[in-house]
């Protein structure tokens, strides 16, 4: 029996087609509650998006970006800053609700013909990783040269198909994970889960990213693609809960975080699992919660554009934080590393709007020469 013969998926994915976007294909209705307020439910169809997915995901590669950011400006000023503790805080949960949110909407293609799954799931992801790795290698290539020699930049760039590259492992492990999830959907859900699960508990370190990573992030993809019919009963549950009482439930998971991150307690392995767990269905919580404020549209759109954010971030913030070090070195880190997570985030979507409609549009759009299957248009 396949592992998610036990549920009807209630919404298809939406298919990547030529635009990196490997979001689902998320059709929201919108009816009246006893409050008079207009809340999202999920209905199964092809044109819309089901809101709180995308702030989600926007709420998630804020983070990612914001951590990448401080991090990198701490170590350029050698220098801990105040906004440090909430990188930390936000650690037990800012991957996993990423992981869990990109195979939500998985059992509605994991049935398809290899070639198709492998056009959609893994060579659209390669494509970008290798076009994206190659524009890093390109833009950081003379101060590389300067320190491996030639040779060792060839080296480094071959080392990268195999370990990978940067912040790009995140697209990297997309596609083992979809090939892992196929190869095991006719084993007993509930056995991978498992197996999963210990993988990420044990102390797996051998210094190789795509195993390391593996262990300690597919238990969240993998829950994703197998409980995807309770997330998204969660989510609608939570949708019909007062404004106040989420937000008094989130202070409170945000106070037992915070707690158990300061006490050294959130890398326990099984503590850390279950704080993953919890974390990734805070944030579904607040990306429910934010499609009632018309404000937070941008944070819906940076979800809309996850991977586009993240495959271009790094060229934006690297040189924001290089201008503002210099320009104003005294100025508050933590302030500084605001402004560098604000140019990671806006950039490449400037970026985007800059290159779609051009021929260089093939920096986020995948050609038709990149295909297996011919593009449904």
């Known amino acids: 029996m396949r592992a998610h013969a036990s549920f009807k998926p209630e919404l298809r994915s939406q298919s990547p087609g030529l635009w990196l976007t490997a979001g689902p294909d998320q059709r929201a209705t919108r009816v009246k509650t006893g409050t008079g307020r207009s809340k999202p439910v999920a209905t199964s169809g092809q044109h819309d998006r089901i809101d709180w997915v995308d702030y989600t995901k926007g709420i998630c590669i804020i983070l990612v970006v914001m951590m990448h950011s401080t991090l990198g400006v701490e170590k350029a000023a050698n220098e801990i800053s105040w906004l440090n503790g909430f990188i930390e805080w936000a650690r037990p949960f800012r991957m996993p609700d990423f992981f869990l949110i990109s195979g939500l909407f998985l059992a509605s293609r994991i049935g398809r013909p290899w070639r198709s799954y492998l056009d959609t799931k893994v060579l659209h992801f390669a494509y970008f990783y290798i076009l994206w790795m190659t524009i890093q290698f390109l833009t950081k290539g003379y101060s590389y040269y300067l320190d491996l020699g030639a040779g060792g930049v060839l080296a480094a760039y071959l080392v990268g198909f195999v370990e990978p590259f940067g912040t790009l492992w995140f697209i990297y492990l997309l596609a083992v994970f979809f090939v892992v999830t196929k190869l095991a959907s006719r084993l007993p859900a509930l056995a991978v889960f498992t197996v999963a699960a210990l993988l990420e508990m044990a102390p797996i370190a051998t210094g190789y990213m795509v195993i390391d990573e593996f262990a300690s992030r597919y238990v969240y993809f993998f829950s994703g693609y197998w409980l995807a019919r309770h997330v998204l009963a969660y989510s609608t549950a939570v949708g019909k809960q007062p404004t106040l009482l989420i937000l008094a439930g989130l202070a409170l998971w945000g106070m037992v975080n915070a707690l158990l991150v300061v006490n050294g307690l959130a890398t326990v392995p099984g503590i850390d699992l279950a704080l993953g767990f919890i974390g990734a269905a805070a944030v579904v919580a607040m990306g429910v919660i934010l ?37 104003v070195p005294d100025f508050a880190l933590g302030l500084i590393s605001l402004a560098v997570t604000a140019a990671g985030v806006i950039g490449p979507v400037l970026l985007f709007w800059a290159v779609r409609h051009t021929r260089f549009a093939f920096i986020f759009r995948r050609p038709r020469w990149a295909m297996l299957a011919t593009p449904k248009l």
């Not at 018309?294 to 759109?301: E, G, H, M, S, W």
């Not at 495959?311 to 201008?323: D, E, H, K, N, Q």
């Open 291 to 327: 499609t009632r404020f018309p404000v937070a549209t941008a944070i819906r759109y940076c979800g809309e554009n996850s991977i586009v954010i993240y495959l271009a971030f790094f060229f934006f913030m690297a040189g924001t934080r290089v201008v503002l070090l210099r320009l």
